[in-house]
Nanobody, 128 residues
Framework: VQLQASGGGLVQSGGSLKLSCVASGLSLDDYAIGWFRQAPGKEREGVSCFSSADGTTYYTDSAKGRFTISRDKAKSTVYLQMTSLKPEDTAVYYC??????????????????????WGQGTLVTVSS
């Protein structure tokens, strides 16, 4: 069972990247899937979440209006389309599955312990 994040890279400020989170050994229908990031020296923070129960999406303030989360069930993949990237978006991005919820109703730091199958993440670097 794993979630494999990919698609990171080096991009200039204002550019775009599309991250992929491929699931193997688990069904995306059973879990809310979150995207998270961790910059050097900073705590892990939530970015966006996809609710498997009803297809609703959630974005933290840093992602609203710039990032879009989506899911392709046939490909067992959750995407994070990132636009208007800023240097402060530089971080390792991870995806993870919430083992307790199918809704993104508790997408905050105190509930991150509910997420599992983090994987190694993918590095996004935004140059100014």
């Amino acid at each position: 069972v794993q979630l494999q994040a990919s698609g990171g890279g080096l991009v200039q400020s204002g550019g775009s990247l599309k991250l992929s989170c491929v699931a193997s050994g688990l069904s995306l229908d059973d879990y809310a899937i979150g995207w998270f990031r961790q910059a050097p020296g900073k705590e892990r923070e939530g970015v966006s979440c996809f609710s498997s129960a009803d297809g609703t999406t959630y974005y933290t303030d840093s992602a609203k209006g710039r990032f879009t989360i989506s899911r392709d069930k046939a490909k067992s993949t959750v995407y994070l389309q990132m636009t208007s990237l800023k240097p402060e978006d530089t971080a390792v991005y991870y995806c993870a599955a919430n083992l307790m919820r199918r809704l993104c109703t508790h997408f905050s730091g105190r509930y991150f312990h509910e997420y599992a199958y983090w994987g190694q993440g993918t590095l996004v670097t935004v140059s100014s």
